[in-house]
Structures are given as C-alpha cells and as structure tokens.
C-alpha cells in the first residue's frame, strides 16, 4: 500500500484535509517537481501527514511545517500521525511561540530561498496572510507554488470568530465582511509578480505561482 493510501485508511476521522484535497494536492506536488514544501498550519497534522507521504512514494523530498504548541496539544497530534505512518524523518514540525510570522523570520535570516511549495493554511485574517504571504514569497524560490487555502474565509463567516465575540468586535464590519485571504491573492500576489494559474472552488484553493524571473 502506498504511504499516501495508508494516511487515508488510518485517519479519516481526524480533521482537517479531506481526500479530495489530498488528491489534489498530490497533482501539484507531482506536476511541480516540489522537493521542498513549507506549510503554514498544520492543526492535527493530517495535511502534513499526505504532504509526507506524497513525498515518501517519491522517496524524496522534505516538509517544513509551522504551528503553535496548541496544535501539538491535540489528541492525536502531529508526532502522532508521522509515528504511525513511519513518515518522521520527511518532515521538520516548528512550534511557534507566537505565530508563524517570527519563525518565518528565523528562516529568513538564516538566508536562502529553499523553499518550492508553500501550502498555506493558518491565520487566514488580512495581517496574518497578508503578511504571511510576503515573508513566504522570501523563501520561495522562483517559478514555487503558494497554494492558498480558505479563498472564500471572512471573519464574519469563520465560527470561531463567532464563538469569540470580544474578539470579533475589533474588526469592523467591512473587514469582517471581507475574504481576507481572496484579498491578499488580488492586492498583494500581483505586486510581488505571481499569478493566479487556478482557483479550486470545489476545494476553495487558490494555486498561485511566483514569477520564473522574480530574485
Ligand atoms: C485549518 S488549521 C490547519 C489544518 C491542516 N493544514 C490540515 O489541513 O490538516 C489552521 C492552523 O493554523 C494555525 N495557526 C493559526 N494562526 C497561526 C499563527 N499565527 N502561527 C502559527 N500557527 C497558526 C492554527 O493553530 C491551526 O492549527
């Protein structure tokens, strides 16, 4: 069996990355030749986990994944996952004290582009992609992927910004009407030169790919 089909049959109860979005993440990777891959959010680790075995039925490749220490809190956590598929030694978990934006930081002043393929999936409010996006695009190298998740997301429609009214009231009622991450893919992407080669509705993915020119 492959890695990829022993993620699926081990935890299809565990939130969040379906199997349509797998499969369509294991398209990308392949068709991109991404060795390389970040991720920024990786909750139970179950997104990881494919990214991880997409790469081991290649036998190559390395994931880089950010989170907070409350991502390594759940039941079952991201060692969890990776233990049971024996996947450990194609990913690097970072926990974040913050938020991703400080490890980003790390990264970038270690120096280097190294990175062929972000998957995009944490802080999906206008700061947190917003920048986000413009600390990944100084790690990626150019012609890489920033696949973008939650295009439709807004505060307004996100229920645990509902369930946390003291926190939702900060923002205002445009901003929360807003779709932050579709936002930061019209305002931001073009000005850093990357286009937008799809929009996955179904999956509510964003595909956007950084300039083969771009330093
Ligand atoms: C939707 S979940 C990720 C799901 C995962 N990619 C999957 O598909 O299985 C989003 C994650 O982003 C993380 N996150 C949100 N804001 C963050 C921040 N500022 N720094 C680090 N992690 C953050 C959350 O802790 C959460 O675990």
């Given at each position: 069996m492959s890695k990829f089909d022993l993620v699926t049959e081990k935890f299809a109860?565990?939130?969040?990355?379906?199997e349509a979005q797998a499969a369509a993440l294991k398209e990308l990777i392949i068709a991109n030749q991404a060795e390389n891959i970040l991720e920024i959010?990786?909750?139970?680790g179950k997104s990881s986990a494919y990214i991880a075995a997409i790469l081991e039925d290649q036998k190559r490749g390395h994931l880089t994944t950010i989170d907070l220490k409350t991502a390594v809190a759940r039941k079952p956590n991201i060692h969890d996952l990776f233990d049971a598929c024996d996947l450990t030694h194609r990913v690097t978990p970072v926990i974040a004290h913050r938020s991703y934006t400080w490890e980003l930081q790390k990264m970038i002043h270690a120096g280097g582009q190294r990175f062929d393929f972000c998957y995009f999936d944490g802080g999906h409010t206008w700061d947190g992609t917003g920048f986000g996006v413009l600390l990944v695009d100084m790690l990626l190298k150019p012609g890489g992927i920033l696949l973008l998740d939650d295009?439709?997301?807004s505060i307004a429609g996100s229920q645990y910004f509902q369930s946390k009214p003291a926190l939702a009231e900060r923002y205002s009622e445009d901003e929360a009407a807003t779709e932050t991450v579709r936002r930061v893919s019209e305002l931001i992407l073009p000005h850093l030169g990357?286009?937008?080669?799809?929009?996955?509705r179904e999956l509510r993915w964003g595909v956007a790919r950084k300039a083969r020119t771009a330093r």
């Amino acid at each position: 069996m492959s890695k990829f089909d022993l993620v699926t049959e081990k935890f299809a109860s565990v939130p969040y990355m379906r199997e349509a979005q797998a499969a369509a993440l294991k398209e990308l990777i392949i068709a991109n030749q991404a060795e390389n891959i970040l991720e920024i959010g990786f909750y139970h680790g179950k997104s990881s986990a494919y990214i991880a075995a997409i790469l081991e039925d290649q036998k190559r490749g390395h994931l880089t994944t950010i989170d907070l220490k409350t991502a390594v809190a759940r039941k079952p956590n991201i060692h969890d996952l990776f233990d049971a598929c024996d996947l450990t030694h194609r990913v690097t978990p970072v926990i974040a004290h913050r938020s991703y934006t400080w490890e980003l930081q790390k990264m970038i002043h270690a120096g280097g582009q190294r990175f062929d393929f972000c998957y995009f999936d944490g802080g999906h409010t206008w700061d947190g992609t917003g920048f986000g996006v413009l600390l990944v695009d100084m790690l990626l190298k150019p012609g890489g992927i920033l696949l973008l998740d939650d295009m439709s997301w807004s505060i307004a429609g996100s229920q645990y910004f509902q369930s946390k009214p003291a926190l939702a009231e900060r923002y205002s009622e445009d901003e929360a009407a807003t779709e932050t991450v579709r936002r930061v893919s019209e305002l931001i992407l073009p000005h850093l030169g990357y286009t937008m080669e799809q929009e996955l509705r179904e999956l509510r993915w964003g595909v956007a790919r950084k300039a083969r020119t771009a330093r």
